[in-house]
């Protein structure tokens, strides 16, 4: 595939590096030549040093042979006109990133926008990070949640500790609710695949999928929390308002600290039923006069790692159970669970997980990977003559480490279970590690005879 | 900073291994045309096995390499690594290349030595002062081979057919392809390689297809000469003219086939070869126009124009193209008394400009007589070399281009301080790190020029002019040329030089085919304290 990255932020670098390793033709566009340079020395791309929405730019990177073309610069008007640019020079596809609120109906729709101005897709990550952290609040303990099939099916990730249920029980002896499985445990930093007779213990992440309706009902399975009915947001800039707005409507009572006294004064305009508190977020005495200490969930959400991580920390010491941050250096997402933050999540990394996922839109359809990359969930179409049609699952051969956790047949998910068959033309959501995803494959390829 | 020397050692080990594959299909060329009763040199039959044996040997040292090497996969090299095994590449070729000559010629280790890397390097010079008479078939074919493969690049072949290599290919393509910027045509570095590998055997089976046309029916010499033995003598000029090379499988050189025609021709591959490769691909890419019956000629016209407008817009090429004009002219009329008539001073005189300037060495008549009017024009002719990204040796075009600019915008700012300039090079701004790396490069050029042209006054006692002359025929991987000729026993070839001086030629040759950043740097105590 040729695709040509306008753009090398933090963004553009991750999707760049990701799609040569995956072997794609890249070409990198950046206005910067230091970030020029750091691409070529580290990377087996071509580069053009220049402004990435000039026709000139884009004709001599070839965009009118390109797969794809994805815009993640700084400004919104360079990606927006870039992408539109692109498509209209004759590439295929185009993807540009906004963060300004002034783009479409983007805060309606979640944070994405399909064929706005004639882009295929835009995209605010910001808008995206508040959703996602939208969905951790509303979970069960959760501390990742990711969408699947256009939100039909969804997969958590829960972090078990000494307080957890079940522990020590064979997965065989739990009875989980219809539509959920267990997908994939990580333990001591490794994912597997469980079988029947393998048990949960403390301190390992287990990753369920299934129904988002019934996986509520799992994660009780394991732990005590239930949604946040009460949650405390530092921070109203877009991540912190829109989420704010997110679950104030679906009845939470939230408590949001914002230290600019205008943008404090503007969101209360907005959204009357937030209270919104004028004042410092990492400020220990505040924290504790609104009682932030009992509140179900904080999330730490300003535009600075070193305030989100105090926020976080001296919330988590005042007695705050579910602390959820976001980090702009992907680097420091470990600390910061080691930290005890269950929730990390760095913007730029949900951006170009978000680019990945399009550019993989082709036969093998990649959905998200999990830890890093260790393990991925794609979407698979069976073909006819596929070794994987027409067999009972419990008989199909599958490798060790995958696990199919979804079939679509049409509009219908069905959640496999050993006797389920998978018919020609259905969408198999599956997941993988990075070993077994070859033979994995092979399954739903066509047989040659 | 230290390199990993197991992360070098597979790559070095594989390239062996493709040496010995060479070697094996000379020995196979060789065997096939004994078989069909056609002489195989001076021992006629032994040098089949002899050639088979360095590759059996060269196999060897290929394999062990490969079993002591970590596996390259995954593992990022860095440009300590590349440039080590950029440099450890063209060190073993020397040795490997080598063996046949040891074997079957029964040469000594630094003649031998001398003769792969003069072959490798392209440089052509050469230390057998009878080649019909002393050189059997296979190694014929075998120095041929050699320049034909180091013209593009043993790396660049390499990365061209290991696609696995990622960005450690494109530091390894960096220290081998010649010029001020080495650019990728394509997204990944190994289809860059790819598409250059492609552009140069193209060419090279043009020529061979000429050449054979020329052989079979317009050039006495080669008349009553079997078809087998004409095709022999295409396809090994072709491999040493594209590689702009200079290796001949006979005495006399080009000028053995006495022909105009066959000057002409090797003339212009000289000078194709001499062209930066990139602007044949950038001609070949662009808009594709229909054919349609009606407007056949109009289409083709701008179709011409077009593909030619890649060529005029490039400073470099024009620049290239303007002094080869001048020179020929030049030399035409500098010439004119040794020749007699302007025909045949304008035909020597284009093949040795050609020659000169594309670094090749090819040779049609005795230079010897030149007046030194002429000489001096071929003395600055070695150095100027051709474009960057060719097959070619010398300083190379664009920089002398540069260096002309640059020194113009000096010389201005020195009575006009504060006028602003920039350098450029047609319509790239170039930048000061460039600029500087361009002068870094001159005085290293020069700087070796002297260093060498001292220690081979002392090791060979030859005169200032001699040494000077050979040392810029190497360092600019010329080759063979006026200039260095001193013994009277070895006309025309190194043979007389003592062995210390062989090695060297041969350190100075690969010094100006890896244009001594790749090398040199590998000298810095740095990069060997730990």
């Known amino acids: 595939m040729y695709v040509v990255v306008v753009g090398l932020g933090e963004v553009g670098r991750h999707v760049v590096r990701t799609l040569e390793w995956e072997r794609h033709d890249v070409v990198a566009i950046d206005a910067n030549p230091d970030a020029i340079r750091w691409v070529e020395e580290n990377h087996d791309v071509m580069t053009l040093l220049g402004y990435g929405a000039s026709q000139q730019i884009l004709e001599q990177a070839k965009v009118s042979q390109a797969d794809l073309v994805v815009a993640v610069t700084s400004t919104d008007e360079v990606n927006l006109i870039a992408a539109l640019a692109a498509r209209s020079l004759g590439a295929k596809r185009s993807i540009a990133r906004v963060e300004g609120r002034q783009w479409g109906t983007m805060h309606e729709s979640g944070g994405v926008e399909y064929g706005f101005l004639g882009v295929d897709v835009v995209f605010n990550p910001q808008l995206l990070l508040a959703r996602e952290l939208a969905k951790i609040a509303q979970s069960h303990g959760a501390s990742e949640v990711i969408d699947l099939a256009s939100d039909r099916i969804e997969i958590v990730a829960l972090d078990l500790n000494d307080t957890s249920k079940r522990l020590g029980q064979a997965l065989v002896r739990i009875t989980f609710p219809k539509g959920v499985l267990v997908a994939a445990i990580v333990r001591d930093g490794e994912l597997f695949v469980p079988g029947g007779n393998d048990v949960l213990l403390s301190g390992d992440r287990v990753y369920l999928v299934g129904l988002p309706q019934q996986l509520l009902a799992a994660e009780d399975l394991f732990t005590r929390t239930r949604e946040a009915h009460t949650v405390c947001i530092i921070g109203g800039g877009v991540i912190g308002e829109n989420l704010a707005a997110a679950l104030a409507r679906s009845g939470a009572e939230v408590t949001l600290i914002e230290k600019n006294r205008e943008k404090a004064l503007r969101i209360k305009t907005t959204h009357p039923t937030i209270t919104v508190l004028h004042g410092d977020g990492t400020d220990t005495e505040l924290l504790k006069e609104y009682e932030v200490g009992n509140m179900d969930f904080l999330a730490a959400v300003t535009g600075e790692d070193e305030v989100n991580l105090m926020g976080a920390l001296l919330a988590r010491r005042i007695g705050a159970k579910r602390t959820a941050t976001i980090v702009q250096r992907a680097d420091y997402i470990d600390i910061h669970h080691q930290l005890g933050i269950q929730t990390a999540i760095s913007p730029r990394q949900l951006a170009s997980n978000h680019v990945l996922r399009f550019v993989r839109q082709k036969e093998l359809k990649s959905l998200a990977t999990l830890e890093g990359g260790e393990a991925q969930v794609m979407e698979i179409r069976a073909l006819e003559g596929a070794r994987a049609i027409g067999v009972p699952l419990k008989q199909m051969k599958l490798p060790r480490g995958s696990l199919l956790c979804a079939i679509l047949k049409g509009e219908q998910v069905v959640i496999p279970t050993g006797d389920s068959v998978i018919d020609a033309g259905d969408t198999v959501i599956a997941l993988a590690t990075t070993r077994s995803l070859d033979r994995l494959e092979a399954l739903f390829k066509q047989r040659a005879f | ?530």
């Not at chain 2, 392209?122 to 080649?131: L, P, Y």
């Not at chain 2, 010439?335 to 025909?343: D, K, Q, Y």
């Not at chain 2, 051709?386 to 300083?395: D, E, L, N, Q, V």
């Open chain 2, 1 to 530: 900073m230290v390199p990993t020397h197991r992360q070098v050692a597979r790559p070095t080990g594989f390239v062996a291994l493709g040496l010995a594959a060479g070697m094996a299909a000379c020995a196979l060329v060789g065997g096939v045309y004994n078989t069909f009763g056609h002489s195989l040199g001076p021992k006629d039959d032994g040098s089949v096995g002899e050639m088979l044996l360095s590759a059996a040997i060269t196999t060897g040292i290929g394999g062990l390499l490969l079993w002591w090497g970590a596996p390259a996969k995954g593992v990022k090299m860095r440009r300590v690594e590349a440039t080590l095994t950029t440099t450890l590449v063209w060190a073993l070729t020397g040795f490997c290349g080598a063996l046949p000559f040891m074997i079957d010629t029964r040469m000594s280790l630094p003649d031998a030595y001398f003769e792969a890397i003069s072959g490798f390097t392209t440089t052509g010079a050469t230390v057998v002062s009878e080649i019909e008479a002393s050189l059997s078939r296979p190694v014929l074919l075998w120095r041929s081979l050699m320049q034909w493969l180091g013209g593009m690049g043993i790396v660049v072949l390499f990365i061209a057919i290991f696609p696995s290599l990622g960005v450690s290919g494109k530091h390894m393509f960096r220290t081998e392809v010649p010029g001020h910027s080495s650019e990728g045509l394509r997204p990944k570095i190994t289809e860059t390689s790819l598409v250059l590998w492609r552009l140069y055997a193209f060419f090279t089976a043009v020529q061979i297809a000429v050449m054979m046309a020329l052989f079979s029916w317009w050039v006495d010499k080669t008349r009553g000469v079997h078809w087998s033995e004409n095709l022999f003598d295409a396809v090994c000029h072709s491999f040493t003219t594209m590689s702009t090379g200079g290796f001949s499988t006979k005495d006399n050189s080009i000028g053995h086939f006495d022909s105009g025609l066959v000057d002409v021709v090797v003339s212009v591959f000289m000078l194709i070869a001499g062209v930066n490769f990139s602007l044949y691909y950038g001609a070949l890419a662009t808009r594709r126009h229909t054919l349609t019956n009606r407007g056949f000629l109009r289409e083709g016209l701008s179709w011409l124009s077009d593909t030619s407008q890649v060529f005029r817009r490039s400073v470099e090429f024009r620049a290239y193209a303007v002094v080869i004009v001048l020179f020929w002219a030049l030399l035409t009329v500098a010439t004119f008394e040794v020749h007699g008539n302007l025909w045949r001073s304008a035909r020597h005189s284009l093949f040795m400009v050609s020659t000169t300037i594309t670094s090749t060495g090819f040779g049609t008549h005795d230079y010897a007589q030149y007046p030194s009017s002429g000489m001096s024009l071929v003395l600055v002719l070695m150095f100027v070399g051709g474009m960057s990204g060719s097959t070619a040796g010398g300083i190379k075009v664009s920089r002398v281009v540069l260096l002309a600019e640059n020194t113009w915008n000096q010389l201005r700012k020195s009575i006009r301080p504060n006028v602003v300039q920039v350098t450029r090079l047609g319509r790239e701004i170039v930048s000061e790190d460039t600029l500087n790396a361009v002068s870094t490069f001159f005085f290293i050029f020069i700087a070796c020029l002297g260093a060498g042209t001292l220690v081979i006054t002392y090791t060979d006692g030859v005169p200032v002019p001699t040494a000077f002359g050979a040392m810029l025929t190497c360092l600019s991987n010329m080759g063979p040329g006026p200039f260095y000729d001193y013994f009277p026993e070895a006309k025309d070839n190194f043979a007389g030089y003592t062995g210390t001086a062989k090695f060297i030629f041969s350190f100075a040759m690969v010094l100006g085919r890896l244009e001594f950043f790749t090398v040199l740097a590998l000298l810095l105590p740095e990069l060997w304290r730990r």
